[in-house]
């Protein structure tokens, strides 16, 4: 079965510094892996997505992530934090062995401090 | 740009009442799911539905609650009779039949339970 885990539950930047959220997962066939960025109150707005193209996957809002195998890793990035960035982000994964049910992390809060 | 639609975005109800929150997929999606996220925590996955059928359900997916597509465009989710801990937001999402395996999700429904 997939599943995912994200490392911290809240990270926290000073605006214009680097952004680092860690997620590995676990996949028994090759995954498709996912980002997905919630605003307060909100919805899930998808960041970015690797379907096993490239490996460094570039998304909204200047965010990437790459795709290591040989690390069961998605890390998210964004070289320069904005206010704008504080939110909850989800690292997911999904493959056609769980007939592509999306498997979502425990969430990582990211703040942005001035 | 297609999406999915969610209504009512917000919901109160009493105690072991009925409640239905309707979704409309994006037109020409075949896959159905419900997500169910309490304030706070991860988004965790109730069911998925293909075919007009049940194609997955999580241990959280008992005997109170169920799915049903009664026409062309409305995918449903029943809760039977309403728990405390059944207050959530509560995520629709649709796909295609690509091989992406990307989610599109509605906003969301607020449902309290009181």
């Known amino acids: 079965a997939q599943s995912v885990t994200q490392l911290g539950s809240h990270v926290s930047v000073s605006e214009g510094a680097l952004v680092l959220l860690r997620c590995n997962y676990s996949?028994?066939?090759?995954?498709?892996l996912f980002w997905y960025v919630q605003y307060p109150n909100q919805g899930l707005q998808l960041l970015l997505k690797y379907t096993s193209a490239a490996t460094l996957v570039k998304g909204i809002n200047g965010f990437e992530a790459e795709f290591k195998k040989s690390e069961t890793s998605f890390h998210l990035t964004k070289p320069s934090a904005h206010m704008s960035d504080a939110a909850e982000y989800f690292c997911a994964v999904s493959d056609y062995t769980g007939g592509f049910k999306t498997i979502f992390g425990a969430g990582t809060r990211l703040f942005v401090k001035a | 740009e297609p999406e999915v639609t969610q209504t009512p975005s917000h919901q109160v109800t009493q105690m072991g009442q009925e409640v239905i929150l309707r979704c409309v997929p994006i037109s020409n999606h075949l896959y159905f799911y419900w997500y169910r996220q309490i304030l706070g925590q991860k988004v965790e996955f109730l069911v998925s539905f293909y075919n007009n059928e049940i194609s997955e359900k999580s241990e959280i997916f008992d005997d109170q609650f169920s799915v049903e597509r009664p026409d062309g465009s409305n995918f449903t989710l029943k809760i039977r009779s309403t728990k405390l801990e059944d207050s959530a937001m509560y995520f629709c999402?649709?796909?295609?039949?690509?091989?992406?395996?990307?989610?599109?999700f509605g906003e969301g429904s607020r449902l309290t339970v009181l």
């Open positions: 996949s028994s066939v090759p995954p498709y």
């Open positions: 999402a649709s796909r295609d039949s690509g091989g992406t395996g990307e989610l599109f």
